[in-house]
């Protein structure tokens, strides 16, 4: 397999309503496309999860673009692939920039999937046909319309709800989700904004009985979790503080979580995602998928690796129409009281909207791989 052609979109989305974290309110998603063209004219799609501003991590899409331009594609030129695999080898070279790789590696991905006439899911090693989903709820004006939120989700069937929480919107809100749903799996997602001197607030969770308090300290840290989780009963869960198998094997060792969420544009794509799956499948720790607000590219390789035996946990992989007036795929990624059942065409299974996607691109060039030139 040689990859002879990439194209690269700039798209523009509108959400359907704010998605408010302890980080910031999202009000539409900027983000790059990515379109993998192989000798044979097969092709295959990736998409970056990085934001159009450092508020995550220090990626953003124009950063992504550079990286792509300047590195990983002439990285590509000339090579050979017979698996994807093989991608992260190729990009080694290049430190960090995982939403850049995880783009192009997941394309890839796609495009052997199709070669192979295989559904991703079963290229990656996946086993299930349905998978569990949860759904995540932003900061919300106040608790009466959170509380709406969550009335509506239950109803839907969803598996799981992630609310998410910071300093003064946090005790108070999960005391009064738990008063009117006692047994609701539920669980708090942080984004980094706490610090160690909050430990005492934290340990008030603990009589929640959550499913787990995800990323409460700093989103490089793991000694502090460490601590934090020798006194708390509740499970910290490890978001953005995982890069790679070498992070989660520390933070394993050290104690400083019980669950790991898996990114895959987080950790550098499938690949490396596998690999952490796997290593956790083998400690003993639970696994589940994050989303970062992805259309239907990015949601349909989450779906895939969400299939591997050791996602035991409802991801955040709600239906597009959650997001989206429209989404960029045919059929759009839907859920069924809590499920979503996977798709059986070969690669990611959806259909990109090449039309729709247009109408949402705003930039958009062409690499030729034989010459390195841009063709538009």
């Known amino acids: 397999m040689r990859i002879e052609q990439i194209t690269v979109r700039k798209l523009r989305m509108n959400l359907k309503g704010p998605f408010t974290t302890s980080f910031g309110t999202f009000r539409e998603k900027i983000f790059l496309l990515v379109e993998v063209k192989d000798e044979l004219g097969n092709t295959g799609w990736g ?19 550079i990286i792509l331009e300047d590195f990983l594609i002439p990285l590509l030129e000339g090579k050979e692939i017979e698996h994807p695999s093989e991608v992260n080898d190729i990009f080694e070279p290049i430190r960090k920039n995982n939403m850049a790789k995880a783009m192009v590696e997941g394309a890839i991905w796609d495009l052997y999937a199709k070669r192979t006439n295989q559904p991703l899911w079963k290229a990656l090693g996946g086993t299930r046909e349905k998978i569990e989903v949860g759904i995540s709820i932003g900061i919300q004006p106040d608790i009466e319309t959170l509380m709406s939120f969550i009335d509506t989700y239950v109803a839907e069937g969803y598996k799981r709800i992630k609310v998410k929480i910071k300093p003064g919107w946090d005790v108070e809100v999960i005391r009064a989700i738990r008063a009117k749903y006692p047994d609701l799996p539920l669980m708090a997602d942080a984004n980094s904004c706490y610090r160690l001197e909050d430990i005492d607030m934290l340990k008030e969770l603990d009589d929640f009985n959550l499913m787990m308090i995800e990323q409460p300290l700093a989103s490089d840290d793991i000694i502090d979790h460490a601590h934090i989780q020798k006194v708390l009963k509740t499970p910290i869960c490890l978001d953005e503080s995982i890069h790679s198998l070498e992070d989660a ?13 898996i990114k895959i544009g987080r950790v550098g794509g499938l690949t490396e995602s596998i690999k952490i799956h796997d290593y956790c499948k083998e400690q003993g720790l ?28 409802p991801g955040d992989t709600a239906s597009a129409d959650r997001y989206w007036d429209k989404d960029i795929t045919e059929p759009i990624v839907t859920v069924e009281n809590g499920y979503i059942t996977v798709p059986t065409a070969s690669g990611i299974g959806y259909e990109p909207n090449i039309s729709l996607m247009e109408t949402f691109t705003e930039e958009k060039k062409v690499y030729n791989l034989r010459t390195l030139n841009t063709v538009q």
């Open 286 to 313: 639970d696994v589940w998928c994050g989303g970062m607000l992805e259309s239907g590219i990015g949601r349909a390789h989450n779906v895939a690796i969400t299939t591997l035996s050791n996602f035991t946990m």
């Open 249 to 261: 094997r520390k933070a394993v060792e050290l104690g400083s979580c019980k669950i790991i969420n």
């Open 47 to 65: 998409e970056s999860v990085a934001f159009d501003a450092p508020w995550y991590n220090e990626e953003t899409y124009k950063t992504n673009w």
